[in-house]
């Protein structure tokens, strides 16, 4: 039988008021997922948190705190096999920041001038794929893949030629849902762009027949 790890996230922040109230409106709404709320002051306090649990993570972490700070921290909670995604919060200006931290492997930027809603609506595409698809593993040279169905489907698309909106309208997700699934994409695959990814996926037979979209024409 399989067994089905749980998910949680994990909000890291130095400021008390702020992780906890957030933590609080989180938890009433994430809770009717299943998914945990988990919170910790400091990054080293979340890897401690993180190594000593069997779930799998989605880490929201501060860009600014004391001992290792955000970006550091991403490099490290992204090497971590249980920990999917790292978004980052912060107040400081978004256009400066936003580059920064997901050149250093975070999947999102959030504003700590969001509303507490704003941030569940952008987190919670990030679990979709925990619920319902089942990841798939595919050794590929010395880096072990873990692609999921929906992975699969939307880089078929991408295969076919479709841009983002037409996926996310034929897969039934929103497009940033499909932008989120491109960057793993990317990441897993270790490469830079759409077509990287195709003569990649080609190469490496991950286009299988049973992962065909049966519909070519969204």
Avoid: C
């Amino acid at each position: 039988m399989q067994t089905i790890v749980p998910q949680a996230l994990l909000i890291i922040d130095d400021h008390p008021v702020y992780r906890e109230a957030l933590a609080e409106i989180l938890l009433k709404q994430f809770s009717t997922l299943g998914i945990d709320i988990k919170t910790a002051s400091n990054a080293n306090d979340g890897i401690t948190l993180v190594d000593a649990s069997e779930k799998n993570w989605v880490i929201l972490l501060d860009v600014l705190m004391p001992g290792l700070n955000g970006l550091a921290g991403i490099k490290v909670f992204k090497q971590k096999h249980s920990v999917a995604h790292v978004v980052s919060i912060s107040g400081l200006d978004t256009q400066i920041w936003e580059p920064k931290v997901v050149a250093a492997g975070a999947t999102l930027f959030l504003s700590k001038n969001y509303t507490s809603l704003n941030i569940f609506q952008k987190l919670k595409p990030l679990f979709e794929d925990f619920q319902s698809n089942k990841a798939q593993s595919v050794a590929i040279e010395d880096h072990k893949l873990r692609l999921t169905q929906r992975q699969l489907e939307v880089l078929q698309l991408i295969a076919l030629g479709h841009p983002n909106k037409i996926i996310a309208d034929y897969l039934d997700i929103k497009e940033q849902t499909v932008k989120i699934h491109i960057n793993q994409i990317f990441k897993e695959l270790r490469v830079f762009n759409r077509t990287q990814a195709v003569l990649k996926a080609q190469k490496h037979q991950l286009l299988t027949a049973e992962n065909v979209v049966s519909n070519h024409t969204p």
